[in-house]
Each structure stands twice: as C-alpha cells, then as structure tokens.
C-alpha cells in the first residue's frame, strides 16, 4: 500500500516528478476544510495513479482544472444526505472528489476492475474518508440489491447504455447525472426513446461550477418517476389472474 505524509507524522514528500501541479486558489473555495485531503488525493492520481494506469501521464499538469474541480463542482447539484453510487468510478472520479467537497453525502465507487478497486480502497483509507465504501461488481450486478437516490458516472459509457446500467439502480424519484462534454445535447436527443423504456420521467443538461472552473461541468440529468418492486409487480399480476379466473363465462 502506498503512504501519504500526514501532518503528525514524518514519511517523506511524494518525489517532485510524482507531485500533482499547486492546488490553484479556486481548490480551497471548492474543498474548504478537505483541502489537505484532496491536495494528497492529487498527488496520489499524480504519482502511483499514473504508475497503475488510473489516469494517464498527460493528465497530471491538469489534474485540477480537468478531473478534481471539474468532479468536485457536480456537489451543487446533489440533495442534502444523498445515498450516491458513483458506476465505472476508475480511479475515484467523480466519486471521491463529492465526497471531499460533501462528507454528508454516502457514496459507493462501483468498479468491476480489480486493479482499480484496490487503488480505491488504498486511497480511502489513506484519506480517511468515513463516507465512501468500495464495492468491485458490474452495475448491472447490482440491479434489485440497492437502491441509490443518484447515480453518477463520468466517461464511461453513451447515455442510452450508461442510463442501461443507471438507471435501474435508482430509487424512486431518482436522479443519474452523467457528465458529458459539448455533445451532450446531441446526445441527449438520440438517446430520448431509451431514456423513456427505463423509467425517465425528465431529462436535461445543466451546467455546474460558476466561479470554480471554466468552461463549466456539463451534466445529463435524467429523473426518474416510481419505482415498483419486484413484489409488488408479482402481487398485483397474482390479483389480476384471480380476477380473470372468476370472470364468469358466456
């Protein structure tokens, strides 16, 4: 497991080459008390997350701006005490970002990778984040075992399919946001029949991060109406064949 320095004990600096660029100023409005922590989270994407293939080299001088802000700012569009499951985490975005800016927030990394998964579980504990637990499955795994008030995703899969995987995993009333790039009304569009066939009762972009990061995080909203549980639905076809066997004939 890797280490990182923690202000009551004397483990050495990351190497200058393994280091995430300065935290610019628009870190500290966004993180607040959790500054510390997602100055380590940087360096740990920085250095072992480029090693064991979380983000690439090239990201590193824009870890900030591209990945933790642009992550961390989606918080402004989550309710207060929110149950998140974050599909396809990777190496913890948007995930843990939300959990650095919005410790009220109870949110699970979803990752199939083992690999992956191991990091996550390395990086949780070395910050100490109480609120997140990782779980290593597909999230169509998941279907009909949990029930998340929203479900978050970013560069995973096109809407129609990540919606596919989402969706099903949302509470009624449930909210996934999907960030997405310019494209995403496009996208959007194309994807508005299955959107329809899973259960979405609205769908839109919005934009987060006015004052944090420029140009803004674009996201996909798509709500979902009522959900009926497995139960219910057996109940209710139980009552409607009794019914139809008392029918009297002709």
Same mark, same amino acid.
């Given at each position: 497991?890797?280490?990182?320095?923690?202000?009551?004990?004397?483990?050495?600096?990351?190497?200058?080459?393994?280091?995430?660029?300065?935290?610019?100023?628009?870190?500290?409005?966004?993180?607040?008390?959790? /500054?510390?922590?997602?100055?380590?989270?940087?360096?740990? #994407?920085?250095?072992?997350?480029?090693?064991?293939?979380?983000? &690439?080299?090239?990201?590193?001088?824009? *870890?900030?701006?591209?990945?933790?802000?642009?992550? &961390?700012?989606?918080?402004?569009?989550?309710?207060?005490?929110?149950?998140?499951?974050?599909?396809?985490?990777?190496?913890g975005l948007p995930g843990i970002p939300l959990a650095l800016v919005?410790?009220?927030?109870?949110?699970? %990394?979803?990752?199939?990778?083992?690999?992956?998964?191991?990091?996550?579980?390395?990086?949780?504990?070395?910050? &100490?984040?109480?609120?997140?637990?990782?779980?290593?499955?597909?999230?169509?795994? /998941?279907?009909?075992?949990?029930?998340?008030?929203?479900?978050?995703?970013?560069?995973?899969?096109? *809407?129609?399919?990540?919606?596919?995987?989402?969706?099903?995993? %949302?509470?009624?009333?449930?909210?996934?946001?999907? %960030?997405?790039?310019?494209?995403?009304?496009?996208? #959007? #569009?194309?994807?508005?029949?299955?959107?329809?066939? %899973?259960?979405?009762?609205?769908?839109?972009?919005?934009?987060?991060?006015?004052?944090?990061?420029?140009?803004?995080?674009?996201?996909?909203?798509?709500?979902?109406?009522?959900?009926?549980?497995?139960?219910?639905?057996?109940?209710?076809?139980?009552?409607?064949?009794?019914?139809?066997?008392?029918?009297?004939?002709?």
């Amino acid at each position: 497991m890797f280490h990182v320095k923690r202000q009551d004990d004397t483990t050495p600096d990351p190497p200058a080459d393994e280091r995430a660029p300065e935290a610019p100023e628009a870190a500290g409005r966004l993180f607040g008390d959790n /500054l510390e922590r997602a100055i380590r989270y940087a360096d740990l #994407l920085a250095g072992p997350g480029v090693r064991r293939g979380m983000v &690439g080299p090239r990201e590193v001088g824009r *870890l900030w701006e591209r990945h933790l802000l642009n992550c &961390g700012v989606v918080a402004e569009l989550i309710a207060e005490n929110a149950i998140v499951h974050d599909v396809g985490s990777g190496g913890g975005l948007p995930g843990i970002p939300l959990a650095l800016v919005r410790p009220d927030l109870r949110i699970t %990394l979803v990752e199939p990778l083992l690999r992956r998964t191991t990091f996550l579980d390395e990086v949780v504990a070395e910050l &100490g984040l109480d609120n997140v637990e990782v779980l290593r499955g597909r999230a169509e795994e /998941l279907r009909g075992r949990t029930s998340a008030d929203v479900v978050t995703a970013r560069a995973v899969a096109p *809407l129609a399919k990540l919606a596919g995987w989402g969706l099903p995993l %949302l509470g009624s009333g449930g909210e996934m946001l999907a %960030l997405k790039g310019d494209s995403a009304a496009e996208e #959007l #569009l194309e994807s508005e029949a299955d959107l329809r066939k %899973l259960g979405a009762i609205s769908w839109t972009v919005a934009h987060a991060g006015e004052g944090i990061v420029d140009p803004l995080t674009t996201v996909v909203r798509v709500r979902i109406g009522t959900v009926v549980s497995k139960n219910a639905k057996s109940t209710k076809a139980r009552r409607g064949a009794k019914a139809t066997r008392r029918r009297p004939g002709k």
